[in-house]
């Protein structure tokens, strides 16, 4: 059974920093091809943070994000990590780590290609 465990949210003032990170555990029969950040806030629909392929490492951010956070991975250690940066207090939300055993994914940031889910991590940014 594949499990996703968050860490590394909090509460820090607009323009700082947080870095977050997922420790996955999977057995070796499970192959985690897409990782994924989601975040949800209070009344509104689960978003498509940032996305990464295990594989060939390409990503993707949603628009919202771009040139503030980085996702990276370390594949030997099955660990996910979003570096968030001149955070805003829109960005305050639960935010959530995802993986996908499909070898193709259509959307990389839509949460119905996303098979694994762990159990969120607050992050609060106030003005």
């Known amino acids: 059974q594949v499990q996703l465990v968050e860490s590394g949210g909090g509460s820090v003032q607009a323009g700082g920093s947080l870095r977050l990170s997922c420790a996955a555990s999977?057995?070796?029969?499970?192959?985690?091809?897409?990782m994924a950040w989601f975040r949800q806030a209070p009344g509104k629909q689960r978003e498509g943070v940032a996305a990464?392929?295990?594989?060939?490492?390409?990503?993707f951010y949603a628009d919202s994000v771009k040139g503030r956070f980085t996702i990276s991975r370390d594949n030997a250690k099955n660990a996910l990590y979003l570096q968030m940066n001149s955070l805003k207090p829109e960005d305050t939300a639960m935010y959530y780590c995802?993986?996908?055993?499909?070898?193709?994914?259509?959307?990389?940031?839509?949460?119905?290609?996303?098979?694994?889910w762990g159990q969120g991590t607050q992050v609060t940014i106030s003005s």
């Open positions: 995802a993986a996908s055993s499909g070898r193709t994914i259509a959307t990389m940031l839509q949460p119905r290609e996303y098979n694994y």
């Open positions: 999977a057995p070796s029969r499970d192959i985690l091809y897409y």
């Open positions: 990464i392929s295990t594989g060939l490492g390409r990503t």
